[in-house]
Nanobody
Framework: QVQLVESGGGLVQAGGSLRLSCAAS????????MGWGRQAPGNQRDLVAT???????AYADSVKGRFTISRDNAKNTVYLQMDSLKPEDTAVYYC??????????WGQGTQVTVSS
C-alpha cells in the first residue's frame, strides 16, 4: 500500500501561480510513475501530468506550457508548479501513483480555485 499526502491548493486569481506537493509513504519501492489528476464538478477525473522515476514528464494538452511536474526521488515527493492559471483550471487536484503489477493509488485531493 502507498499513502499519499497532498498540500498546496487554494484560491488564486487568473494568471497567478500555485505549487502542489504530494509525499508518498509506505510501499514506495515499487513506484513506477507519479502524477497529478484533476476533477471538476460534473466531469471525470483526468491525469494532467505524470513523471517517471527517470524524470520523463508528460502533460495533457490543456496544461502544456503552463504546468511543470517534478519529483524528488529521495523524498518520494512529486510537485506540480502551476503558472498562468485560468478559471477552467478550477478543480480538485489528486496526486496519483502507478506502482508495480498495475497498482494505482490516489490522494485525498486538494481544491484549486482560480477566480476570473
Amino acid at each position: 500500500q502507498v499513502q499519499l499526502v497532498e498540500s498546496g491548493g487554494g484560491l488564486v486569481q487568473a494568471g497567478g501561480s500555485l505549487r502542489l506537493s504530494c509525499a508518498a509513504s509506505g510501499s514506495v519501492f515499487g513506484i513506477i510513475s507519479m502524477g497529478w489528476g484533476r476533477q471538476a464538478p460534473g466531469n471525470q477525473r483526468d491525469l494532467v501530468a505524470t513523471i517517471t522515476k527517470s524524470n520523463t514528464a508528460a502533460y495533457a494538452d490543456s496544461v502544456k506550457g503552463r504546468f511543470t511536474i517534478s519529483r524528488d526521488n529521495a523524498k518520494n515527493t512529486v510537485y506540480l508548479q502551476m503558472d498562468s492559471l485560468k478559471p477552467e483550471d478550477t478543480a480538485v487536484y489528486y496526486c496519483n501513483v502507478l506502482g508495480s503489477y498495475g497498482s494505482q493509488y490516489w490522494g485525498q485531493g486538494t481544491q484549486v480555485t482560480v477566480s476570473s
